[in-house]
């Protein structure tokens, strides 16, 4: 059984672009969590996806967004980028909500760095 | 909101010794816990979880104790392998139940 895939796993901006990351969650697997990784925040929700719809969103800024498509594969988008976006970001898939299992599956992250 | 942390950034521990990695939590409501496993490069993986409802839980090679009374959290890792080196975090979920709160992680170094 496939993991979950991200793309791609490496990348670098420049202030003020933007950037689409790509993950390919587990097959069955519906809801997809997607997180920030920084050494100085540690890991930090981002939003959470079930059939295509937002269903949980952390504390960041409009300038990060997702969708999730109908195959259950979801994108997230970070406009105009900041130096402080410069992270491992990292996808999550699982079967159900943290209230019923605490079991997300983790791809191996994109890791940005933003010039 | 909970607030998930640990005692010690680092813990570096001989290679057959058993390894213990530290968590403490600040809501006395928090009923469910779970630890992950980072290795260097890789995404978190699931290591054990255990709810309110149980002082301990066991794994293979692993355990976790939870002492409700000090909230107090531990990964007990029996005899330490190299494999085992990697980055350690407690986690629950948020309020809302939907995402997962991690706290900020344990190196654990194993030392051949």
């Known amino acids: 059984k496939a993991g979950v895939t991200q793309t791609p796993r490496y990348l670098i901006k420049t202030r003020g672009q933007q950037v689409t990351l790509s993950c390919s969650p587990i097959s069955g697997h519906r809801s997809v969590s997607w997180y920030q990784q920084t050494p100085g925040q540690g890991l930090q929700f981002l939003f959470e996806?079930?059939?295509?719809?937002?269903?949980n969103k952390g504390n960041f800024p409009g300038r990060f967004s997702g969708r999730q498509f109908s195959n259950s594969r979801s994108e997230m988008n970070v406009s105009t980028l900041e130096l402080g976006d410069s992270a491992l970001y990292l996808c999550?898939?699982?079967?159900?909500?943290?209230?019923?299992?605490?079991?997300?599956?983790f791809g191996e992250g994109s890791r940005l760095t933003v010039l | 909101g909970e607030s998930v942390g640990l005692h010690l950034p680092t813990l570096s521990v001989q290679e057959g010794d058993n390894s213990i990695i530290n968590c403490a939590y600040s809501?006395?409501?928090?009923?469910?816990f779970i630890w992950y496993k980072q290795e260097s490069g890789k995404g978190p993986q699931f290591i054990i979880d255990i709810r309110s409802n149980m002082d301990k839980r066991q794994g293979q090679r692993v355990t976790v104790l939870l002492n409700k009374t000090v909230k107090h959290l531990s990964l007990q890792i029996a005899a330490t392998q190299p494999g085992d080196s990697a980055v350690y975090f407690c986690a629950e979920p948020d309020t809302g139940r939907r995402a997962l709160t991690f706290g900020s992680g344990t190196r654990l170094q194993v030392q051949p």
């Open positions: 996806y079930f059939s295509e719809t937002q269903r």
């Open positions: 999550a898939s699982s079967l159900a909500l943290p209230r019923d299992t605490g079991e997300l599956f």
């Open positions: 809501n006395s409501a928090s009923d469910y």
